[in-house]
T-cell receptor
């Protein structure tokens, strides 16, 4: 079945450093979605990528969708303490499958 | 504001009792809603897809007689955890989504079974 792998599992960064999480699917995706879950909260939708090679930006966040539509990344520039949380990718193939998530911790 | 409302936010119950969790779509009639379970520091695992007016579709390994889903109207889906045991303690989250559109999650219900 469809599998979505996400790395790293955890990342500690100093405030101001950059952060990247990577997502890889075992199958070609029709789209990929990214969500953020704050500690104790519920996942909140960030963005959806549909086109091969697509790049989208939201302030300090940059999202990429690979050319083969099987991988994606989220890059945060100059992290802030408000970026703390777990970032999940979710790949839409024949069903929506969540990656394991990357837990970001930011030291002030 | 929130488009999916989930209640209760947390519940503590004794082993053997049943717990009902409600999920309401506030701004959109939802023919489909999803129920997820999340153990601490883990990912979201889809339990079942709730279909308005018909039987829910359960994922492999999820006991349909233990996790009863009712989607009697276009705005309300309920999940009942029957005869709860401590291993059922988890974070249960509902979500609304149509076709390939992004999911709108409820606030989640933290269930603790003692």
């Amino acid at each position: 079945g469809q599998q979505v792998m996400q790395i790293p599992q955890y990342q500690h960064v100093q405030e101001g450093e950059d952060f990247t999480t990577y997502c890889n699917s075992s199958t070609t995706l029709s789209n990929i979605q990214w969500y953020k879950q704050r500690p104790g909260g519920h996942p909140v939708f960030l963005i959806q990528l549909v086109k091969s090679g697509e790049v989208k930006k939201q302030k300090r966040l940059t999202f990429q969708f690979g050319e083969a539509k099987k991988n994606s990344s989220l890059h945060i520039t100059a992290t802030q303490t408000t970026d703390v949380g777990t970032y999940f990718c979710a790949g839409h193939g024949n069903m929506l499958t969540f990656g394991g998530g990357t837990r970001l911790m930011v030291k002030p | 504001g929130a488009v999916v409302s989930q209640h209760p936010s947390w519940v503590i119950c004794k082993s053997g009792t049943s717990v009902k969790i409600e999920c309401r779509s506030l701004d959109f009639q939802a023919t489909t809603m999803f129920w997820y379970r999340q153990f601490p520091k883990q990912s979201l695992m889809l339990m079942a897809t709730s279909n308005e007016g018909s039987k829910a579709t359960y994922e492999q390994g999820v006991e349909k007689d233990k996790f009863l889903i009712n989607h009697a109207s276009l705005t309300l889906s309920t999940l009942t955890v029957t005869s709860a045991h401590p291993e059922d303690s988890s974070f249960y989250i509902c979500a609304r989504g149509e076709n390939n559109s992004p999911l709108h999650f409820g606030n989640g219900t933290r269930l603790t079974v003692t």
